[in-house]
């Protein structure tokens, strides 16, 4: 098995059928699986899952995402792993290009760009990650969108994610991560697409009042310096100039596959 896909789900039927479609278009012609790890769905998301004899479905309840995460790595047989949540996809070039270039490094881990959409589904803006930080940037920040990430299997055998968290528990897992020595290494396709939409599990959860940065002092002088020599070495890597086009492809509503070319397009953060 070459790649195992974990998507963590729970009362996302509006979304979850167009990250399987997704998936399924995105590693077409691969060796993959496609495990989904649903926390006790009430929605009609468990029955379509059920329903899909190409998913690898662990059913819940769970003690929440990062749990549920864990439940799902632990049985992947994937030699690289992605963490894609119910309401994001994959763009199928991006996602090929960060494979191949994963290969061909030998890096720990590949990430890139990510399409920012909203809710319906239409471009906001091209979150441009590029820059390879340094253990002390995820210390400020958090370098990577996980929709955009992808790593091998034993940097997650190494460290599970933290399941005490229910949100920012990517961060904290990330963090850790960088600090055992994670090799980077990062491609300017965008790989995932986001959608910012008011059903989303931060939006759910109201005030978390969680904190991955809880023992950073983010206004010491070597935090500041820190984010300056990124943003400079963001500036000169071309981190803020804008394509000149983007071609990408997402599911819509419609169950359908559209292309799209957007001309210049906006950057954000």
Not at 95 to 118: E, R, S
Not at 186 to 193: A, H
Not at 201 to 206: E, Q, S, V, Y
Request: proline residues 5%; hydrophobic residues 40%.
């Amino acid at each position: 098995m070459d790649i195992s896909i974990v998507t963590p789900v729970f009362n996302s039927f509006r979304w979850i059928e167009l990250c399987v479609h997704s998936v399924r278009h995105a590693l077409q012609g691969r060796g993959y699986e496609h495990i989904v790890v649903d926390g006790g769905s009430t929605d009609g998301t468990l029955e379509y899952l059920k329903r899909q004899k190409d998913i690898r479905l662990i059913p819940g309840p769970d003690k929440g995402m990062y749990h549920a995460l864990n439940k799902g790595m632990a049985t992947a047989r994937g030699r690289i792993l992605g963490h894609l949540n119910a309401d994001e996809q994959y763009d199928r070039a991006g996602l090929a290009h960060a494979l191949q270039k994963l290969d061909q490094t030998g890096a720990d881990a590949v990430f890139g760009p990510t399409i920012m959409l909203d809710e319906h589904l239409n471009f906001l803006y091209l979150f441009n990650q590029i820059t390879v930080p340094r253990p002390i940037d995820a210390d400020w920040h958090m370098p990577v969108q996980t929709c955009s990430f992808l790593y091998r299997r034993e940097i997650w055998e190494r460290y599970p994610y933290p399941a005490e968290y229910r949100v920012v528990g990517d961060h904290a897992w990330f963090r850790r991560q960088m600090k055992l020595g994670l090799k980077l290494i990062s491609v300017r396709k965008p790989i995932g697409f986001f959608p910012w939409h008011q059903d989303d599990i931060a939006k759910r959860l109201g005030s978390h009042g969680e904190n991955a940065l809880a023992d950073v002092n983010r206004k010491s002088l070597p935090m500041r310096l820190a984010k300056l020599r990124f943003r400079i070495h963001h500036l000169l890597e071309g981190g803020l100039m804008r394509p000149k086009s983007m071609d990408w492809e997402c599911f819509g509503f419609d169950q359908e596959l559209h292309h799209k070319l957007t001309a210049r397009p906006q950057l954000g953060a």
